[in-house]
């Protein structure tokens, strides 16, 4: 077996290949099987035409160890893989395309501009998907969907004339977020706010045959435009006689009301504003209780229309400009202030979103948010970590009503029809022939698009076929828990909860676990423009896709942000290639036939009972964490287990044994090795899983494949506290005898008397059983124990451990002269260094100069050779006075 297992750790060797033999093999294929516990995860689905980055390989990572953990622990385990057609998105990507072959939307028409979509959508779509599989994703490929195939698309239209058949879509004029350059509506979570010191006008509005006038303010001169009012509150004393006359709108002279609303605040600006209903949320709600009406200023490209009179045609800020310009030439502008304004881009361009009236499709959110607040407040779904449980149901306590309408061609057209002679409205998955109300035929289909988010929002069922009650439904649904993104909470989270719990009447997983952003190594955000992010790709290529996924779970816990440190990845490839050098080891080192035979009790050594009941407790561990989704720690623990405790400790320990003559004795060190090395290999795949299955392979008798292997259990039988104590002695022991040697600068082949000093029976039991290891691993000879300090020597060091002090004889360690020559010559290079440090700082010039950093580095320097110092004075003084 060993012949076969390469020299090096080569990830590129066999990462590939493993990943092809699992696929072939169907294990990652998930089937009906109603004898096992179904386990499932439904991938959140990438942009059909993304790309892989670190965000995606951070998030899959999380599912992929969950979901291997539960294939071994014996789940019928299904990850179902998917992407979403990201209409807004991909339809960018193609406008620009056919722009640079000279072409537009309009011209193209629809239907070629969706067969271009297509032909993308075919070309790019590919890739995100050959990507995951590089990081080793062992999701069920036969199962996977797109949000446009026919199927889910049924579930879309379905669900669509459900909750219009409800009365909880409906089609109305409402203020929604307009994104100019998209020309598309936008829903509230696809904008992002941002802080902007802006200006605020002040404007003086004449009161009809009067001489007065009134002031109002606005952040949005152009919308003046479209006024219908001037509001003050009811009880603003101010403008008690005002209310009820007429304002006359500068430049274009148009005779407004003052009326009296509520909702005016009387201590913001002068207490008056401008109702503007087209265009302002607030102000519609005014306009709807009064009677306003409408005036809409603005077209879709962001331009004045012609109810702006002479500025229509012009862009919107450039009419701001000629329209404050104007003002303020006639005389009607009172001041121009700065004003922190709180602006809503467009999340997917940047432009900025205008607020505008348009008729549009929206889903009544009141009635569905209600359920997705009790299943939380009842807890039927949790968060990990907690806290965004809150920032969930404070968004559900909050929501307006969803706008679903896109002005898009690229996803799911509205299943809406009308009669062009009665404006009747049909809802149904096919066109109608004739006009319910009217007979006519003339009916055509509403030409918008849903949000995308309307169909991932149906992910976790509509990909097991819903509305069809299908095996794969009743079996696989609900899911366990969904892995994704703090940042979608609002689009999606709350969104799949809502639609399942209307839908099915279940809530779509138990628990969602929400990972944070993966941030450069100095906490930026990854992005393009700062060139700053790294390409997951790249880094499997240089370090193998397992040191990248153990990278990625480790040092950072859910929900929070984490800092990518190459580093880190270096560090976990070194783990990587330790693992597989001890391995090495052990199959060189084991015969065959040996190591198929169970252990036997009877034959343990001390290190071997500690082992057994180690490996026994990280096991139980281990899974305990998994549980509770502690997967970093999980990680850090089977990583210092394997480092440390076997690794470093145990196979040192076991070495003479392999080597010795007592046949017994080695082929109990071989089993308990290989029997170590599988729980390892077990506890580590989910985490490592090329690596780990790519031993496994060697190993003897290991029989099929690592993947579908048993997770392992913990059984009390195999706990050793008595061991674990002894070994625990012996271990500090060690190390401290060993530190104290390197502070003497003893080098480790000069053997050393150890004299230990205990009254403690325990403790010398222990001592005596430990000689071996002390000779081996400490460089002792010579273990004495005594009761107390009489008879020893002047010159020694000593380790203080537990109820226990050993001291080490130096005479015969040490060429005294020669040590105390050596560290005068480094007592003189330290003070070298430290006078040219002190020197630099003591520069009044530098200290100003310098970078903060830099001056921060010199003094860090200081410290560090002021410590130094100390300990080589220390030193000295002790040799001294030793002689
Ligand atoms: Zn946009
Ligand atoms: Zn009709």
Redesign the pocket.
Known sequence: MIENLPKTYNPKGFEDRLYEFWKEKEYFKANVDKGKKPYTIMMPPPNVTGNLHMGHALNNTIQDILIRWKRMEGYEALWLPGTDHASISTEAKVVEKIRSEGKTKEKLGRENFIQEAWDWTRKYGGNINNQLEKIGVSCDWSRERFTLDNSLSNAVEEVFIRLYEKGLIYRGDRIINWCPNCKTAISDAEVDHEETVGHIWHIKYPIKDEEEYIVIATTRPETMLGDLAIAVHPEDDRYKGLVGKTAILPLINREIPIISDEYVEMDFGSGAVKITPSHDPNDFEVGERHNLGQCIIMSEDGTINKNGGKYSGLDRYEARKRIVEDLKNEGYLAKIKEHDNSIGHCERCKTVVEPLISKQWFVKMEPLAKPALDAYNEGKLNFIPDRFGKVYAHWLEEIKDWCISRQLWWGHRLPVYY??????IMVSKKKPIK??????TNIYQDPDTLDTWFSSALWPFSTLGWPEETEDLQYFFPTDVLVTGYDIIFFWVVRMVFSSLEQTGEVPFKDVFLTGLVRDAEGRKMSKSLGNGIDPLDVIEEYGADALRFTLVTGNTPGNDMRFHMERVEANRNFANKLWNATRFVLMNTDEKVAMEKVDKEFLEEEDKWILSRVNKVIEEITANLNRYEIGIAAQKIHDFTWDEYCDWYIEMVKPRLYGDNVESKRTAEKVLLHVLENILKLLHPFMPFITEEIWRHLPSREGALIISQWPISNEEMENVEAEKSMAFIMEAIKGIRNARQEMNIAPSKKATLIFITRDEEIKDIINYGKRYFINLASGEDIQIQEDKSNLGEDNISVVLDRCEVFIPLKNLIDFEKEIERLEKEKEKLAGELKRVRGKLSNEGFIQKAPEQVVEKEKAKEKKYQDMMNKVLERLESLKSDN
């Open positions: 009669c062009e002679d009665c404006e009747e006009c319910n109300k009217c007979n006519s």
